[in-house]
């Protein structure tokens, strides 16, 4: 019979490299900025482009809508993020940076930079771009397994 071994099964390995580089990083936006992690994933998404709908972020971040939902909410109410009508859409609604939102964007992003530097510092150039790769293909094999859409909701 063979058995599953933990620390040599792949999924779980990525899992735990994953939650241990998130907290590092929800630790460091937590005390300077007040964000946690979703909100950050919401902010930095909108300021990729043009206003997007919460269940565009949910996609592209791959967060379920109760979490892309509250993080919404609470950067609302800090005025960091402003829902206008979705005139495409009248059930959903555009989300935007505020002035406020993009400042502090500004501020975030070459902290969140300089975090990815420190952490991935042990690998070459040409490793962190093989290590890239490979996770693109790591996201497709997964999703040809388990088409969006088909996973627990």
Known sequence: ?????????????????????????????????????????????????????????????????????RAAQALAERGLIARQPNMGDKRSHLLTLTATGRALYDQVAPKALEMEAAIFEQLDPAERRMLSAMLERIEAAAAAVVPEGDGPR
């Not at 792949?10 to 300077?32: E, G, H, K």
Request: proline share 3%; aromatic share 8%.
């Open 1 to 69: 019979m063979t058995q599953l071994k933990l620390d040599t099964f792949l999924p779980y390995r990525l899992s735990v490299a994953s939650n241990r580089v998130s907290a590092a990083i929800a630790t460091a936006y937590d005390r300077l900025f007040a964000l946690k992690i979703p909100e950050w994933r919401l902010i930095a998404v909108i300021a990729e482009g043009q206003a997007i709908t919460q269940q565009a972020v949910g996609v592209a971040t791959r967060m379920d809508k109760v979490t892309v939902s």
